[in-house]
């Protein structure tokens, strides 16, 4: 027997039964069907139900209440749609019209009143919503609400003209001057209209309808981020560091309210940034550097990437506070996967110049075992603002055993005369240190230091290599201190280092060249053979 095909319509409704998530599964289904005759609806949804056992529990008593609306009478299925409407945290926007569509038939009344006021949330004096209030606050005899819902609707009534004026180009220049003049209850409640939809009016006033309502406690912050994640936020940015800047203890907890809200469903971290922005000028605070820090231990990647990308380079942070970050930083770039917030990580530790950063990144450089990680500290180093900076590195040239390219570059990077007076008085102390030695001397060589090669050689000219190894290295420093000597014209100095140099075994060696980058040791020994041979032929 062949199966019954489908319509078009039961096709889409059995395909927006499979959207990832319940809100978009009932908008879906909603849109697809509140088009339809009642009886032309009853039977699509009847259909889809039966083909298909897809669907959240509430996108499915959504179509049961709606395939068996030729009946009168309560219906557990709406009632099943009220009490998800009641419960939902996110996505409230999306399920309105369902709501709207089978609500009469529901018989907790109740439980309609709090799906009502849970809706309400997001959607401040929407019209429909405040007649369904008006009407089960009567049925229920609750005489306060009634009052005030009659009031909210009669407002409303009473200013939609207006709020459909502010909507047309052609009449909205007009609809703008009474907006002025407008009461401040009155002033709000067409506020609220404006981002329930703000790309409908005008962006200005949408800014305006957003930045007045941020300091409005009564307003909740998923309101505000619905309108917030449709708009381009450079503006508002700009007037909500104003008023942070102000000291304005509303505007404060609002953005660290509304980057909470948007951290719990947003896809992208740039979704996040407005709010990183607008705070910026504070993050030291204790409440806001409280939640950078707990939302860098967030369980969702996009927003450990934010705060990476976004929190961790302003500079208002305490020391302390600097440094329990990049500690956190420094765990995640730890990781093995190439996920963004590792990638975002390892952007700010590579960039940050900050002082307070300087614990945490020598801490990595000694414990990571990630070599990846630690050439990237050691080029954080390189940049960074720290007294300890120089004192640390000199260290790094007794101890450090695999990044030595890494550590050398660092150092010549800096170009540091500080740095050069500690290298050369920690070479004196620990003498004989032929492997240190050598690693500063390729480092002078890459900041073309010719005078500091030459000191570092007349050091190593008093010491006795102890094996065949550091006579090797003594050859390099010598030989292209010999070198630098020669084109600072200084040619006795330059003969004492090169009589010495050829006491020594023939070929030199270079940790940096053969560990550190995997090459030839470059020696300039044949250049001087030559200018010896020269020099002994000139009568």
Request: aromatic share 6%; proline share 4%.
């Amino acid at each position: 027997m062949l199966a019954t095909p489908m319509s078009r319509i039961v096709s889409a409704l059995v395909e927006a039964l499979q959207a990832p998530d319940i809100p978009t599964q009932v908008e879906g289904v909603h849109a697809l069907l509140s088009g339809l005759e009642v009886a032309k609806a009853a039977s699509e949804a009847a259909a889809a139900l039966a083909h298909t056992r897809d669907g959240s529990p509430a996108a499915r008593a959504y179509l049961t209440t709606i395939a068996t609306s030729f009946t009168t009478g309560p219906s557990p299925s709406a009632d099943a749609v009220v009490a998800y409407c009641a419960a939902m945290e996110r996505g409230r926007k999306p399920v309105r019209g369902a709501f709207l569509a089978v609500w009469k038939r529901a018989t907790d009344l109740k439980a309609v009143d709090a799906a009502v006021k849970n809706l309400s949330r997001v959607m401040i004096d929407d019209p429909e919503l405040l007649d369904v209030a008006l009407e089960v606050s009567t049925r229920l005899g609750d005489r306060t609400a009634v009052t005030s819902c009659a009031a909210r609707l009669e407002r409303a009534k009473t200013l939609a003209p207006l709020v459909a004026q502010l909507r047309q180009v052609a009449t909205r220049s007009n609809a703008m001057r009474r907006l002025g003049k407008l009461d401040p209850a009155a002033r709000r409640h067409v506020y609220a209209r404006v981002i329930d939809d703000p790309m409908a009016f005008a962006p200005a006033l949408a800014h305006t309808a957003i930045l007045e309502l941020s300091e409005d406690p009564d307003v909740t912050d998923a309101c505000l981020a619905n309108a917030i994640a449709v708009m381009n936020p450079a503006s508002l940015v700009k007037a909500w560091q104003k008023r942070v800047l102000a000291g304005s203890e509303a505007m404060i907890a609002r953005m660290l309210g509304l980057f909470e809200w948007t951290a719990l469903w947003a896809k992208q971290a740039s979704e996040l940034e407005p709010f990183s922005q607008a705070l910026a000028s504070c993050a030291g605070r204790p409440d806001v550097y409280g939640q950078v820090e707990n939302a860098l231990s967030s369980d969702r990647e996009v927003v450990r990437e934010a705060v990476c990308r976004y929190w961790l380079g302003h500079y208002n942070y305490r020391e302390s506070q600097r440094d329990v970050l990049m500690r956190m930083a420094l765990a995640i770039a730890e990781g093995r996967d190439d996920t963004l917030d590792r990638q975002a990580a390892t952007e700010v530790i590579a960039t940050t110049r900050f002082a307070a950063a300087f614990g945490a990144i020598s801490d990595g450089i000694r414990t990571t075992r990630s070599k990846t990680l630690r050439a990237l500290l050691y080029r954080s180093l390189a940049t960074n603002l720290s007294d300890h900076t120089d004192a640390f590195l000199v260290e790094r040239l007794f101890v450090e055993r695999e990044s030595l390219a890494d550590l050398v570059e660092a150092i010549a990077a800096r170009r540091n005369t500080d740095l050069h007076r500690q290298a050369l008085a920690e070479l004196t102390k620990r003498a004989p240190a032929f492997r240190a030695a050598t690693l500063y001397a390729d480092a002078l060589q890459l900041m073309k230091n010719k005078p500091g090669l030459v000191e570092v050689a007349e050091l190593v000219t008093a010491w006795t290599p102890a094996n065949s190894d550091d006579e090797r290295r003594m050859r390099y420093v010598l030989e292209h201190a010999t070198t630098a000597a020669l084109s600072a014209k200084k040619r006795d100095v330059a003969g004492t280092l090169w009589t010495r140099a050829k006491q020594l075994p023939p070929s030199g060696y270079s940790d940096y060249h053969v560990v550190g980058h995997d090459r030839v040791t470059p020696m300039p020994t044949e250049k001087l053979v030559k200018l010896d041979a020269t020099s002994r032929a000139k009568p």
